[in-house]
């Protein structure tokens, strides 16, 4: 079967959108540049591109492709029509990386492609988390049933194919579960985006994934569900070509997604061949990483990781208390091993930014407010990422609660990690929101963020990098009102991104409000950045800086389970202690019981 004959003049338009989500007051969250690069839209690009190239639609049939994020993007919904009705709507609309909070806004967006007869296709992790977890029709899937949007579920690699040549046939499946046949990765076509793109991030960066799947088992994750437990690969080869596909456009900063890329059993090699790239062909890579607690344990990992060129690495933290990752079955994080871990990468001059989580079961605003307190004085951290404890579609506590029927908000807008989803035993809505909140100003109190700055010059972390970042989180909350994850540089608004059946405002009043709003939270901005870097300059001016030390910096002596509050101030910081001591007197005793 051969497609219909079509004029020459009329190619494919496959629109590839990562939509955004709506704020507080319903407008579309976007930015002059945001901060992260979707991952999702290189994958999709990369697959998109070969597909074309291989003429799937047919010899001689074209492909155009158009990439917009909306993060960074405006989804100009009229010139899109009319892009798709010049090509006589041959084409379609593919919804990219699609999260549970992102869900409402490509409904939205999907609408009037489809009552103009566009097909339309989504995926990412609510579609394929859902269908994972439960029974295929809970979390408003029916949506998309009812509006005609094809459901995909899985991965593309492999399976682009049969989705585009359905979509020029008109037709389109209403669901593609591959949910059980995940596929490899290698020797796939690699994660790409071009520059005209990627210029719209800060910091000029792209991202790729080496590396897809976790082998742990914490319930608050979706990853494990939808992208599975067994770790599928990219090879050294495929990270090399992608790294030299980007320099040859200029772009050199990379986030690597991979959940856990210290669990890569390729990261030798991957590292190697970066290191290969930066020092023989003088490629100057800078590399954000993502690990767990146990990456110090790797012999030559966090070594290698410097010569790689990882200037910034994200480790899942999440708690302090024993108590509440066991709650989560995040038993792999242990809290004895914590300061040893992050004192070895500040050895190697990296910044290292920690996930926390808020909400676990032994939570209390005032456990948590002494936590942030520890975590100050004790760990060498330098960025902390505050999320509140959600029951994400396609997470096992979400399943859970589900099945209970226990009550979760019916807004899937709210699923953003910064919202409160459902109830606490031993906090109210209300203080949970509120702590969550106050979490930023503790943590980033001026005060802390000059011993964040000593430390920076005392263990070589680049003091101007980390000022930059320490601006972006000690701000976004209190004036955008929205995760530093999800901000960027100079926030845009359109009244044409008002979420459907809020009152819109009058284009009179809206310009001249955004015009001021704009104006003051950059003034208060500004007053920020002054006092920060009037902080920093002084304090890498100051000799003793370069030998500052404090608790956080001092080295792991083998008596401080017995002084250090993190692990005396909780039942489960001293059970875990008491446990590594029993295992030591254990392991320490074999050889003389032989």
């Known amino acids: 079967m051969s497609l219909p004959s079509r004029s020459s003049a009329r190619r494919f338009q496959f629109i590839l959108i990562k939509p955004s989500h709506y704020d507080d007051d319903g407008y579309v969250i976007r930015w002059w540049r945001a901060m992260i690069p979707s991952n999702s839209l290189a994958a999709l690009y990369g697959i998109a591109a070969d597909c074309a190239e291989r003429e799937v639609l047919g010899p001689g049939v074209g492909v155009d492709i158009k990439v917009i994020d909306e993060t960074n993007t405006r989804v100009n919904i009229p010139e899109l029509l009319s892009l798709l009705a010049r090509n006589g709507n041959f084409g379609m609309v593919g919804l990219i990386g699609v999260q549970s909070n992102q869900y409402p806004r490509a409904l939205d967006i999907a609408r009037p492609f489809r009552a103009a007869s566009i097909p339309v296709s989504m995926g990412g992790f609510h579609v394929s988390g859902c269908l994972s977890m439960l029974d295929g029709k809970a979390v408003e899937l029916d949506a998309c049933r009812e509006m005609g949007i094809s459901m995909f579920a899985g991965e593309a690699e492999g399976r682009l194919d049969k989705v585009l040549q359905d979509a020029a046939y008109g037709q389109l499946e209403p669901v593609y579960n591959f949910m059980n046949d995940l596929p490899g990765i290698g020797g796939t076509p690699v994660p790409f985006l071009r520059k005209e793109n990627i210029q719209h991030t800060l910091g000029l960066s792209s991202s790729f994934d080496a590396g897809r799947g976790c082998p742990y088992q914490c319930s608050f994750c979706t990853i ?7 770790s599928r690969f990219r090879s050294a080869d495929d990270i090399e070509k992608l790294v030299r596909m980007n320099w040859a456009q200029g772009i050199h900063k990379f986030f690597i997604t991979d959940d856990n890329f210290a669990r890569n059993r390729d990261w030798e090699a991957i590292f190697d061949r970066l290191i290969e790239l930066r020092e023989k062909d003088g490629i100057p890579l800078g590399l954000m990483i993502q690990v767990d607690t146990l990456c110090h344990k790797i012999p030559n990992f966090i070594e290698k990781s410097k010569r790689a060129g990882v200037t910034r690495v994200f480790i899942g933290l999440e708690n302090v208390n024993p108590d509440n990752l066991t709650a989560a079955k995040k038993n792999q994080n242990k809290i004895t091993e914590y300061r040893k871990m992050l004192l070895a990468w500040k050895a190697q001059g990296i910044m290292t930014l920690a996930g926390y989580i808020l909400g676990f079961p032994a939570d209390t605003p005032e456990s948590i407010r002494r936590d942030i307190q520890i975590i100050q004085h004790e760990l060498p951290l330098d960025v902390i990422e505050f999320f509140v404890l959600t029951p994400l579609p396609g997470s096992e506590d979400h399943q859970t609660l589900w099945r209970k029927g226990v009550e979760m908000d019916g807004d899937l807008n709210t699923y953003d990690v910064e919202h409160v989803c459902t109830a606490h035993d031993k906090m109210s809505r209300e203080e949970w929101e509120t702590v ?3 979490a930023w ?14 430390r920076a010059v005392a263990t070589g972390v680049p003091l101007a990098s980390l000022v930059k970042v320490l601006v972006s989180f000690a701000t976004t909350v209190p004036l955008e009102n929205v995760h530093p994850l999800q901000s960027g540089l100079l926030r845009l608004k359109h009244p044409s991104e008002l979420r459907p059946g809020l009152k819109p405002v009058h284009p009179m009043l ?14 208060k901005l500004a007053g920020v950045i002054l ?9 890498a001016r100051d000799p003793a800086s370069k ?4 608790q956080a910096l001092t080295p792991v002596e083998d008596n401080e389970e017995e002084r250090l509050e993190l692990f005396t101030k909780t039942s489960g910081g ?15 005793a074999a050889p003389a019981a032989e």
């Open 224 to 230: 494990i569900n939808v992208q599975g437990r067994k």
């Open 547 to 550: 030998t500052y030390m404090d």
């Open 574 to 588: 001293t059970a875990a202690v008491t446990h590594v001591r029993k295992i030591a007197k254990l392991t320490h």
């Open 510 to 523: 809206f310009w001249p409000r955004f015009a001021w709003e704009t104006f003051s939270k950059h003034m």
């Open 531 to 539: 006092k920060m870097s009037y902080a920093a300059f002084k304090i």
């Open 441 to 454: 100003s503790l943590y980033y109190s001026p005060e802390h963020v000059k011993t964040l700055l000593r």
């Open 436 to 438: 969550y909140r106050e």
